[in-house]
């Protein structure tokens, strides 16, 4: 152990009589990194989880890739189209599907809603994952009614529930004698809630032979193809692909195309609420200025004699820096300590509860990242021994003479 080492190792855990504030500054420092260190810890963690949960639900429950037409109008010999689109071997799954706006009534309400044909075996979605009620079941029951899934504020709104009769019915132009409305009968098989009510309240999933009848499409017809990738990285450079290949007249949109306002929300979370609370750290590092510069001035004796029995500048100023950063170390350790217990009852217990209306999720998430503990601690060092530079240079600047003159 060195000689700088060892003084301000001494120095630092050291207590002279009389020097209670002192003592009192330290602590106060040490709160201040720790307070600071942790705080920024929780909202990068708590913000990253936020970003994971909210990305993975729309990922997840919509489409990465959808083809459709410029116009809106169906898309004919689809089967042909679907068979250029599984070319590409970035595409995990694809389908085609039936989706236009229709009417569903129960037997208390009715209301719109945007009805969806799917294949009866799966959605190339993760739809089945948020099953609140019921089961994913399109098939048709034993007294002829085909299946529906439905989304929880959808379902709240009707006032349905399980096996609940549901009536879809849609119309072309104005209703007359000579233009009845199409009608058919579903009975409901579930209920998904992803706590997102832009999904949760608008569709209605059928088996796609059964949508094609309501919307007096040829078993060929669809309104769009959806496509799932393997790798959800490349969802906007596929997009582009994709778009390139097809061309006109079909019409290409990648999910951040279509959910773009819920990404950049999210992202904006991410970029500014860690910049706001980085503050905190910034602030805890400066006032390591005044609690060092109360240490030279406690120190002032010890440091004349030092010099006399010639210890250099460069090595009172090395004393004081180390004591700075010792502090800093603590408070750090503290700092990571306390975020980790945090993240950990966060996830066990659900301690901070939230609004799913306006979160999308019943509690906050946590998710610590390896490279969030390195940088935080990188740059709270870096403060902090900045912030000790300033007196531990005063510190060494000290004139022995005047403090063995004037005993001060």
């Avoid at 119309?171 to 004698?177: H, M, V, W």
């Avoid at 997009?239 to 061309?247: P, R, V």
């Avoid at 949109?253 to 904006?268: D, K």
Wanted: aromatic fraction near 10%; glycine fraction near 8%.
């Amino acid at each position: 152990m060195n000689f700088e080492w060892y003084l301000a190792k001494r120095y630092f855990k050291g207590k002279r009589r009389g020097s209670r504030f002192l003592s009192f500054i330290k602590t106060m420092a040490i709160t201040g990194v720790a307070v600071g260190s942790a705080g920024l810890l929780i909202a990068l963690s708590v913000v990253h989880g936020f970003k994971s949960v909210i990305d993975n639900k729309v990922l997840g429950f919509a489409p990465h890739v959808t083809v459709s037409t410029f116009n809106g109008t169906p898309i004919a010999e689809a089967d042909t189209l679907l068979e250029d689109i599984n070319k590409h071997l970035e595409i995990a799954r694809a389908q085609p599907v039936v989706q236009q706006q229709t009417m569903i009534q129960s037997s208390s309400d009715v209301t719109g809603a945007m009805f969806k044909g799917v294949a009866q075996s799966g959605d190339v979605t993760d739809i089945r994952n948020y099953i609140h009620k019921g089961a994913y079941d399109l098939s048709t029951d034993s007294s002829g009614l085909p299946g529906m899934v439905l989304g929880a504020d959808l379902a709240k709104s009707l006032g349905v529930n399980i096996n609940s009769v549901i009536t879809a019915y849609t119309i072309e132009g104005l209703p007359s004698p000579l233009n009845s409305p199409n009608i058919k009968q579903f009975r409901l098989a579930g209920i998904y809630k992803t706590g997102v009510s832009q999904f949760d309240n608008i569709l209605a999933l059928v088996d796609r032979p059964h949508a094609q009848q309501l919307f007096d499409l040829p078993e060929s017809t669809v309104s769009q193809i959806e496509i799932r990738l393997k790798d959800q990285s490349k969802i906007k450079t596929f997009g582009q692909t994709l778009h390139d290949d097809l061309g006109y007249p079909y019409f290409t949109e990648t999910i951040y195309n279509r959910y773009g306002s819920i990404f950049a929300w999210v992202n904006l979370q991410e970029e500014t609420i860690p910049f706001v609370i980085s503050v905190m750290i910034i602030v805890a590092a400066f006032n390591l200025i005044g609690t060092v510069l109360m240490m030279v001035l406690e120190r002032t004796r010890d440091i004349g004699i030092l010099k006399t029995m010639g210890a250099s500048d460069k090595s009172i100023r090395g004393i004081f820096l180390l004591e700075g950063v010792f502090v800093a170390v603590l408070g750090l350790a503290i700092g990571i300590a306390l975020s980790l217990i945090f993240a950990w009852l966060q996830s066990t217990y659900q301690i901070i509860p939230l609004s799913q209306e306006n979160y999308y999720m019943a509690y906050a998430p946590v998710e610590p990242h390896m490279l969030d503990f390195f940088l935080v601690t990188g740059v709270t060092l870096l403060l902090c021994a900045l912030a000790s530079w300033l007196p531990a240079r005063i510190a060494s600047k000290t004139d022995p003479l005047k403090i063995i003159a004037y005993g001060r």
